[in-house]
């Protein structure tokens, strides 16, 4: 057990439709991170938030937004889901904000495998 | 356009031999790398990191070489063993450490 928890663990739903996965990170961690892995590729980064705050976006759809809550847990939403969408989404956290190596590695939760049918 | 690049796809090594896991990247303001290991139904797993002052760092059987000229570095394992048999993940970040990117991921196989 890594620390970070993800939930639900799979999820299948209808193409249009909007979901929400959750994330808590590891006790202590103030950084949380949201990749999306599709078939074939490697860990796409989505998006940063740090202590409640947005700190990085990377390739992101507009379709997608997250936040981070006072408790530092995490939600990820994906609304109008397409086919393309299904992956496994997968939710990290580090000490801090800043170089992920040494005390601030970042340490991954086992993903949320999302199926859009 | 991908700034990590893993070219082999997968990898088969015998049980006791080394296993060399190589890992290209693009953007030279790169300043950390990292390999991570991923068991099937698990997240990845951070296993060696390596900064750009350095050429080489050893964790028992896990060494990563850094050649920053040729902006490309590897994992050696050795000896191999079939609990190794996961899929490696070489990731990259700058000093402002915003992003972690990710390369595709090699699948090793370990044969006893």
């Known amino acids: 057990d890594s620390g970070v928890t993800q939930t639900p663990k799979h999820l299948i739903t209808a193409t249009g439709q909007r979901v929400t996965l959750r994330c808590s990170p590891r006790?202590?961690?103030?950084?949380v991170y949201w990749y999306q892995q599709s078939l074939d590729q490697g860990l796409q980064f989505l998006i940063q938030?740090?202590?409640?705050?947005?700190?990085a976006k990377g390739n992101i759809l507009e379709r997608f937004s997250a936040q981070q809550f006072p408790d530092l847990h995490s939600e990820l939403n994906l609304s109008s889901l397409e086919l393309g969408d299904s992956a496994l989404y997968f939710c990290?956290?580090?000490?801090?904000?800043?170089?992920?190596?040494?005390?601030?590695?970042?340490?991954f939760g086992a993903g949320s495998r999302l199926t859009v049918l | 356009d991908q700034q990590v690049k893993q070219n082999s796809p997968s990898l088969s090594v015998q049980e006791g031999r080394i296993s060399i896991l190589n890992c290209d990247y693009t953007n030279s303001m790169f300043d950390y790398f990292l390999w991570y290991k991923k068991y099937p139904a698990e997240g990845p797993t951070f296993l060696i990191s390596i900064s750009s002052i350095k050429d080489k760092n050893e964790d028992g059987r896990f060494t990563v070489f850094l050649n920053k000229s040729a902006k490309h570095l590897s994992l050696h394992i050795v000896p191999s063993q079939p609990g190794d048999s996961a899929v490696y993940f070489c990731a990259a970040a700058n000093q402002a450490g915003t992003a972690l990117i990710f390369g595709k991921g090699t699948t090793l196989s370990v044969s006893s």
């Open positions: 938030y740090y202590n409640g705050e947005e700190r």
């Open positions: 006790s202590g961690d103030l950084s």
């Open positions: 990290a956290s580090s000490l801090r904000t800043g170089v992920p190596s040494g005390a601030n590695v970042l340490t």
